[in-house]
């Protein structure tokens, strides 16, 4: 088995790790499927308000890859068809059944095209451009990472116990598109991924992003020009699995409610669709302002109660806002309580020496203040000591803003993901915001050369 | 601090867009995220936590570690003064003797300091309101480096023409902060280096006539020369030489270590350079592999020298000599690290460092018209390290080109 060990990055250290239990949520009548969380997805719809669907009938399909559809994750009425500027679909309302139906597939088929037409295709994404996989490509490998290293994730062994055998058919099914890699976690004795078959194993040791499949795509098979590689999200093939075992589309998951502002985080079970409110409602304290972070506080997107959380969602974040803090002459504080991931303060000595010898590790203050104006880029090689790829983040980021393509074929735009640079972007003294112009730099490489 | 805040915030109201200061916006703002940081939250899209580290911190961190020079140079201009008029005999040293020197030196320096970010401060504060941005920390750094080099008989209107030179040329024309290709600190001092050559040359830098408080006519000792050991190496016409202080007593290594002889302000001390840098390299600001490449690439050359091949005064000095006397030290630390004009590659930055260390001894042994090679050696380098980055990532191009 292949070992990777890396040495650059960094673990942020936060409060409010989500509790092993799953608590219950009140299901919600309406589910919202929003065609914006489908990355790289333009959207034709497939029903009209009215229409009765089963879990697992189709909503609506791609404008470039008519074959690529989204299906239902209840059975119900599409009661409302949100539609934004120039009439764009916001999100398409189903009012839920109360016994849910599901459309029962017939498993003699190929692998792609069952994929294709349960919708579970969504769930696989690729690199480069990082967009749900194009059905058009042939993939060189498919990358799965078991588990998470950002702030707070969800621990995949307590959301996937019992679910090994789901998991072990979603290998056996993908495994007929590519070859399947799949990364451990160095020395991790609680979850037994290690026994999968049909599959090549690695193991990965080191700080944060050494769960990203980013990384580990670019230590074990580093992706060339012309090459793709598909990934996907360890909770995500189980629900494929589930879908080779039984012929339904269940696409119940486990999503983690995590952050020192959340009275009780712990783990919830929804559906894709569900309302952010159905987890956070009396859940989230209301005496400072918060933010609600679908995803972990590095690389998630913020969204308000009403809106749905993403269909990829395993973990929700909650955060307190901090505009209330007015810091005088912040920079010259010594910020005792705040975490600081360069040396820069004299805390971090205090904090990781003294203070850890004579009360443990230390809680720290985390807000959503970004603590800086945007500069130029002065300071070098701070994206280098949390970017552990063989790429120069910098030159790459710079190629990006400039907006030059040939540069960022060759510095190895192909290879990275927003989430990729999400520790950039933290530790950036000029405070850039790095994700947004990955993401940016890759729509548009993508529309450049596809 | 809550009800100073909202006093502040309701008068900063007058500098928004259609207010009656709007003209003088950035320069509200630049005191708005001095007195309090900025409470902008992060975008819906990206990090949503950031670390407290901003550019603000990092700027102040370099002036801090810069203190320490500053303080021992101040003493040391005021030390140099009075041995050459007398006052201070070498060896007796009192503690009201050496608060007068304290008070002289600060009072010859503060004006430096003052005119360099009167005049830098200025043309940043007016360039960011004619960009609408926000003004940069940058010079910060350089106004309290420029007068830590320049001699300190300088007078002050050409340091203030010197400094308006660098921070328009060298800086605001290609962009600002970040964007620069020289060391602004340095290009002042090139440009005074050059423009005002009388001025400049190497028995500047003694502080001679009075400042503020102190007569301007005062008797110098007899047998003082305010050569520097370099102008001295540089003019000897022996092959080995002994360097002498300005009242022609030898020089070895320990005194410029300890840094009580004539040069730049910052420049002599040894030790100060070192706490400086203990901090810098302790904070994660500076980089050690610049640092260390510097006074290796400088000691193994002027080893070289000393082993044979030219044979003059420079050359035959001991190698460790070389890298203790003049700006080698300081221009190690502080200048050369600069990561806006350094290599930003952590390999370039060796062959970067190298090479700076290496020319600094090159130009102070074979171009006697230069007694300093560090200055000019800096921005040679400044010059090339976009060229040394270049090569370092096509390495990188060309093993991902051979992938596909």
């Given at each position: 088995?292949?070992?990777?060990?890396?040495?650059?990055?960094?673990d942020?250290?936060?409060?409010?790790?989500?509790?092993?239990?799953?608590?219950?949520?009140?299901?919600?009548?309406?589910?919202?499927?929003?065609?914006?969380h489908?990355?790289?997805?333009?959207?034709?719809?497939?029903?009209?308000?009215g229409?009765?669907?089963?879990?697992?009938?189709p909503?609506?399909?791609?404008?470039?890859?008519?074959?690529?559809?989204?299906?239902?994750p209840v059975?119900?009425k599409?009661?409302?068809?949100?539609?934004?500027?120039?009439?764009?679909?916001?999100?398409?309302?189903?009012?839920?059944?109360?016994?849910?139906?599901?459309v029962?597939?017939?498993?003699?088929q190929n692998v792609k095209?069952?994929?294709?037409?349960?919708?579970?295709?969504?769930?696989?994404?690729?690199?480069?451009?990082?967009?749900?996989?194009?059905?058009?490509?042939?993939?060189?490998?498919i990358?799965?990472?078991?588990?998470?290293?950002?702030?707070?994730?969800p621990?995949?062994?307590?959301?996937?116990?019992?679910?090994?055998n789901?998991?072990q058919?979603?290998?056996?099914?993908?495994?007929?598109?590519?070859?399947?890699?799949?990364?451990?976690?160095?020395n991790?004795?609680?979850?037994?991924?290690?026994?999968?078959?049909?599959c090549?194993?690695?193991?990965?040791?080191?700080?944060?992003?050494?769960?990203?499949?980013?990384?580990?795509?670019?230590?074990?098979?580093?992706?060339?020009?012309?090459?793709?590689?598909?990934?996907?999200?360890?909770?995500d093939?189980?629900?494929i699995?589930?879908?080779?075992?039984?012929g339904?589309?269940k696409?119940?998951?486990?999503v983690a409610?995590?952050?020192d502002?959340?009275?009780?985080?712990q783990?919830?079970?929804?559906?894709?669709g569900t309302?952010a409110?159905?987890i956070?409602?009396?859940?989230?304290r209301?005496?400072?302002?918060?933010?609600?972070?679908?995803g972990?506080?590095?690389?998630?997107?913020q969204i308000?109660?009403?809106?749905?959380?993403?269909?990829?969602c395993?973990?929700?974040?909650?955060?307190?806002?901090g505009?209330?803090k007015?810091?005088?002459?912040?920079w010259?504080?010594?910020?005792?309580?705040?975490?600081?991931?360069?040396t820069?303060d004299p805390?971090?000595?205090?904090?990781?020496?003294?203070?850890?010898?004579?009360?443990?590790?230390?809680?720290?203050?985390?807000?959503?203040?970004?603590?800086?104006?945007?500069?130029?880029?002065?300071?070098?090689?701070?994206y280098?000591?949390?970017?552990?790829?063989?790429?120069?983040?910098?030159?790459?980021i710079?190629?990006?803003?400039?907006?030059?393509?040939?540069?960022?074929?060759?510095?190895?735009?192909?290879?990275?993901?927003?989430?990729?640079?999400?520790?950039c972007?933290?530790?950036?003294?000029?405070?850039?915001?790095?994700?947004?112009i990955?993401?940016?730099?890759?729509?548009?490489?993508?529309?450049?050369?596809? | 601090?809550?009800?100073f805040?909202?006093?502040?915030k309701?008068?900063?109201?007058?500098?928004?867009?259609?207010?009656?200061?709007s003209k003088?916006?950035?320069f509200?703002?630049?005191?708005?995220?001095?007195?309090?940081?900025p409470?902008?939250?992060?975008?819906?899209?990206?990090?949503?936590?950031?670390?407290?580290?901003?550019?603000k911190?990092?700027?102040?961190?370099?002036?801090?570690?810069?203190?320490p020079?500053?303080?021992?140079?101040?003493?040391n201009?005021?030390?140099?003064?009075?041995l050459?008029?007398?006052e201070?005999?070498?060896?007796?040293m009192?503690?009201?003797?050496?608060?007068?020197?304290?008070?002289?030196?600060?009072?010859?320096?503060?004006?430096?300091?003052?005119?360099?970010?009167?005049v830098?401060?200025?043309?940043?504060?007016?360039?960011?309101?004619?960009?609408?941005?926000?003004?940069?920390?940058?010079?910060?750094?350089?106004?309290?480096?420029?007068?830590?080099i320049?001699?300190?008989?300088?007078p002050?209107?050409?340091?203030?023409?010197?400094?308006?030179?660098?921070?328009?040329?060298?800086k605001?024309?290609?962009?600002?902060t970040?964007?620069?290709?020289?060391?602004?600190?340095?290009?002042?001092?090139?440009f005074?280096?050059?423009?005002?050559?009388?001025?400049?040359?190497?028995?500047?830098?003694?502080?001679?006539?009075?400042?503020?408080?102190?007569d301007?006519?005062?008797?110098?000792?007899?047998?003082f020369?305010?050569?520097?050991?370099?102008?001295?190496?540089?003019?000897?016409?022996?092959?080995?030489y002994?360097?002498?202080?300005?009242?022609?007593?030898p020089?070895?290594f320990?005194?410029?270590?300890?840094?009580?002889?004539p040069?730049?302000?910052g420049?002599?001390?040894?030790?100060?350079?070192?706490?400086?840098?203990?901090?810098?390299?302790?904070?994660g600001?500076?980089?050690?592999?610049?640092?260390?490449?510097?006074f290796?690439g400088?000691?193994?050359?002027?080893?070289?020298?000393?082993?044979?091949?030219?044979?003059n005064?420079?050359?035959?000095?001991?190698?460790?000599?070389?890298?203790?006397?003049?700006g080698?030290?300081?221009?190690?630390?502080f200048?050369?690290?600069?990561?806006?004009?350094?290599?930003?590659?952590?390999?370039?930055?060796w062959?970067?460092?190298?090479?700076?260390?290496?020319?600094?001894?090159?130009?102070?042994?074979?171009?006697?018209?230069?007694?300093?090679?560090?200055?000019?050696?800096?921005l040679?380098?400044n010059?090339?390290?976009?060229?040394?980055?270049?090569?370092?990532?096509?390495v990188?191009?060309?093993?991902?080109?051979?992938r596909?």
């Amino acid at each position: 088995m292949q070992q990777i060990k890396l040495k650059k990055g960094l673990d942020i250290p936060m409060c409010g790790a989500a509790a092993l239990t799953i608590g219950s949520i009140n299901r919600p009548t309406v589910y919202k499927i929003v065609p914006d969380h489908y990355a790289g997805l333009t959207p034709k719809l497939m029903v009209k308000e009215g229409d009765q669907v089963k879990a697992g009938s189709p909503l609506f399909h791609d404008k470039q890859f008519a074959e690529l559809i989204v299906t239902s994750p209840v059975s119900g009425k599409v009661v409302e068809i949100n539609r934004g500027e120039r009439r764009k679909v916001m999100f398409i309302g189903i009012k839920a059944d109360i016994k849910t139906d599901y459309v029962q597939f017939d498993l003699k088929q190929n692998v792609k095209d069952l994929l294709l037409q349960s919708g579970l295709w969504a769930y696989i994404k690729q690199r480069p451009y990082d967009c749900i996989a194009m059905p058009s490509k042939q993939p060189k490998a498919i990358f799965v990472s078991t588990f998470d290293t950002a702030p707070l994730a969800p621990d995949y062994g307590f959301v996937l116990a019992g679910k090994g055998n789901f998991i072990q058919a979603g290998i056996n099914a993908l495994s007929e598109l590519a070859p399947v890699y799949v990364g451990l976690q160095h020395n991790n004795k609680t979850t037994d991924f290690a026994a999968l078959k049909n599959c090549t194993l690695y193991s990965v040791e080191g700080p944060h992003p050494a769960g990203n499949v980013g990384v580990q795509i670019n230590h074990v098979a580093p992706i060339a020009k012309g090459e793709t590689v598909f990934t996907v999200n360890i909770q995500d093939l189980a629900i494929i699995g589930q879908f080779f075992t039984t012929g339904q589309v269940k696409q119940e998951r486990l999503v983690a409610l995590t952050g020192d502002m959340a009275f009780e985080p712990q783990y919830f079970r929804i559906l894709p669709g569900t309302p952010a409110s159905a987890i956070t409602h009396c859940n989230v304290r209301k005496d400072m302002a918060t933010r609600i972070i679908c995803g972990n506080v590095l690389s998630g997107t913020q969204i308000t109660e009403d809106e749905s959380l993403c269909y990829r969602c395993n973990q929700v974040s909650i955060l307190a806002e901090g505009t209330e803090k007015h810091e005088f002459m912040g920079w010259l504080l010594p910020r005792f309580n705040d975490f600081n991931a360069k040396t820069t303060d004299p805390a971090k000595f205090l904090d990781n020496g003294l203070w850890y010898w004579l009360f443990g590790p230390k809680q720290y203050n985390w807000d959503a203040r970004v603590k800086g104006g945007r500069r130029a880029i002065i300071v070098s090689g701070e994206y280098e000591k949390v970017f552990p790829m063989d790429i120069y983040p910098e030159q790459l980021i710079k190629a990006m803003i400039a907006g030059n393509i040939d540069k960022m074929e060759q510095l190895g735009a192909y290879e990275v993901a927003p989430e990729d640079f999400a520790l950039c972007e933290y530790i950036c003294t000029s405070k850039l915001p790095v994700q947004a112009i990955v993401k940016e730099a890759l729509t548009n490489l993508k529309k450049e050369i596809e | 601090m809550e009800k100073f805040y909202q006093i502040w915030k309701r008068f900063g109201q007058n500098f928004q867009e259609g207010g009656k200061l709007s003209k003088l916006s950035s320069f509200y703002d630049a005191f708005d995220t001095f007195l309090f940081t900025p409470s902008t939250t992060a975008r819906k899209i990206g990090s949503h936590i950031h670390d407290g580290n901003d550019s603000k911190r990092t700027m102040i961190l370099v002036v801090l570690a810069l203190v320490p020079a500053l303080l021992f140079g101040m003493f040391n201009v005021g030390y140099q003064h009075f041995l050459a008029t007398g006052e201070i005999v070498k060896g007796a040293m009192t503690c009201a003797l050496f608060w007068k020197a304290f008070a002289f030196g600060l009072l010859a320096v503060l004006p430096y300091i003052i005119v360099s970010y009167l005049v830098g401060l200025g043309i940043e504060f007016v360039v960011a309101q004619i960009k609408h941005e926000e003004v940069a920390e940058g010079f910060l750094v350089t106004g309290f480096i420029i007068p830590l080099i320049v001699p300190i008989g300088t007078p002050l209107w050409m340091v203030a023409v010197a400094t308006a030179f660098a921070v328009i040329f060298a800086k605001e024309v290609f962009g600002g902060t970040g964007y620069n290709i020289f060391n602004v600190a340095l290009i002042t001092r090139a440009f005074l280096f050059f423009a005002y050559p009388t001025h400049m040359t190497g028995d500047k830098f003694v502080r001679t006539q009075g400042t503020w408080g102190w007569d301007n006519n005062q008797a110098l000792v007899d047998g003082f020369t305010g050569a520097t050991p370099l102008t001295q190496l540089s003019t000897a016409e022996t092959a080995t030489y002994t360097m002498t202080d300005t009242l022609g007593n030898p020089i070895g290594f320990w005194d410029a270590v300890n840094g009580l002889i004539p040069g730049s302000v910052g420049e002599t001390c040894i030790w100060a350079i070192l706490l400086g840098a203990i901090l810098l390299l302790m904070t994660g600001v500076a980089s050690w592999k610049t640092m260390l490449s510097i006074f290796v690439g400088g000691g193994l050359v002027a080893f070289l020298f000393n082993i044979g091949g030219v044979d003059n005064a420079a050359a035959n000095t001991p190698w460790y000599m070389h890298l203790v006397l003049g700006g080698f030290a300081f221009g190690a630390v502080f200048m050369a690290t600069d990561p806006v004009t350094s290599a930003r590659t952590e390999c370039g930055k060796w062959i970067y460092g190298f090479l700076i260390g290496a020319m600094a001894i090159v130009i102070r042994v074979l171009n006697p018209g230069y007694p300093e090679g560090m200055m000019l050696s800096i921005l040679l380098m400044n010059a090339f390290a976009p060229l040394i980055d270049w090569c370092v990532v096509r390495v990188n191009i060309n093993k991902r080109l051979k992938r596909a």
